[in-house]
């Protein structure tokens, strides 16, 4: 007996449910390959050859990532933040503090970040120890933004619940007229975080769906490189 899962949705010509076969969805990955011998063997210099090329393919939203988090009873949650930097020290991102996610990592401070680029038929994870940044790392990126976008990191108390859109403009013309003019101060719960890993995964899809995994896991100072089964 063959299980059929589908997503029904209205037919807005016709006014009839469509209905999708999700099982059979599927894709066959044979870009490209990815072997022990092809990778850099500092997982930082992997990350920026396979950012690059991301880049040089116009990849939509390469900075795009799924941050995930837990809070102090392990409950998960996850959304998408931007990548803001990156170096051997970790990969940065910025955020309001007292949000659900900057709660979760006071609380917890792991995470994993995911980053998938399907048009590349690749995906990166990495998971490790999260810290903030400091004052004056979060002080320069925030003078860095549009006016406009520093003026929103005033007005949205970030995952607070609103009552209407219209108290969100009001809080957002409020703060506007606030700083009418001269420099926007950095806002006192606003900055960057730090993710310093312990694992980077590169995954390249393969034929069959034996795709290429390949780990660098942190031991002491050393990255110890590994292949995993698809």
């Excluded at 992997?46 to 090329?53: G, L, S, T, V």
């Excluded at 790392?137 to 549009?146: I, K």
């Excluded at 899809?205 to 490189?225: A, C, F, L, N």
Aim: glycine share 6%; charged share 25%.
């Amino acid at each position: 007996m063959r299980v059929r899962t589908c997503v029904c949705h209205s037919s807005l010509s016709e006014g009839n449910p469509v209905q999708h076969d999700i099982a059979s969805l599927r894709k066959e990955y044979k870009r490209e390959e990815l072997t022990e011998s092809s990778v850099a063997q500092n997982p930082f210099e992997q990350f920026r050859h396979w950012f690059d090329e991301a880049l040089s393919a116009d990849v939509p939203e390469p900075t795009a990532m799924t941050l995930a988090t837990a809070d102090e009873h392990g409950v998960p949650s996850a959304r998408t933040v931007l990548l803001k930097g990156f170096d051997e020290t970790g990969f940065v991102w910025y955020t309001n503090y007292a949000s659900e996610k900057g709660r979760c990592l006071e609380q917890n401070p792991v995470a994993a970040l995911l980053f998938f680029w399907p048009d590349l038929e690749r995906q990166i994870r990495i998971a490790g120890r999260v810290e903030r940044v400091s004052r004056e790392e979060s002080e320069a990126y925030f003078h860095s933004r549009p006016r406009e976008s520093q003026l929103g990191a005033w007005a949205s108390q970030q995952s607070a619940v609103v009552a209407s859109r219209d108290d969100l403009d009001a809080s957002f013309a409020a703060i506007q007229q606030q700083f009418a003019e001269g420099v926007i101060p950095l806002p006192p719960t606003w900055g960057g975080y730090r993710l310093s890993p312990l694992t980077i995964e590169f995954w390249q899809g393969r034929p069959s769906r034996m795709h290429d995994r390949i780990r660098y896991r942190k031991d002491g100072e050393q990255w110890v490189t590994e292949r995993l089964a698809p």
